[in-house]
């Protein structure tokens, strides 16, 4: 079930500062980033984002297939941005043995992640489709960020898939079973 923590992004919400804002108006804990995407995770976003938008404003088949990337792409970035990558920013402190009562705003969002998984590997169809049209295009013009951004694409949606996904799904499993053993 898609849209269950915020609802479905809107044109407002393409940025991760807007979607935090729009979603967790005045939260501390999001503030802090205890309950947040990891800064090395949101930087890689950001500059596939911004990379991305620039190739968009290329002429030819170049951009073109950009732009045809960035319609698949950034519904899926953001709905990732709400469910899938939040619950990375508890893994060092799990890691750590913190206390999980802070943490139990985690579970909703993976609760959303399990039921949406199906769904987002399905995207991540759809983008690697788009991103090897985009790096064709981008071979045959000659336009070498673009190809270099498009191979980065391929291996931030493995990277997600086969590491970061999974790992969300976990530090929902663990918080869940420590707030258990803590509480029973
Ligand atoms: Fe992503
Ligand atoms: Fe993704």
Redesign the pocket.
Known sequence: MRGSMCGQPGPEQQLPARFIAVCHPGSDVVRDHVLGIPTAIRQEHEEIHARLALATKLAGRTGEAARALAEVLHP??VR?EQIALPPLGLLAGLAKGEPVAGMLEVLPMVDALRAELPH?IE??RA?TAATRRLAGAAELEGQAAAAQLAAELLA??GM?EQVMYPAAVLVGELVRLRAASASG
Do not use: S, V
């Open positions: 899926h970035f990732e987002m995207e991540h983008i931030h949606a997600e």
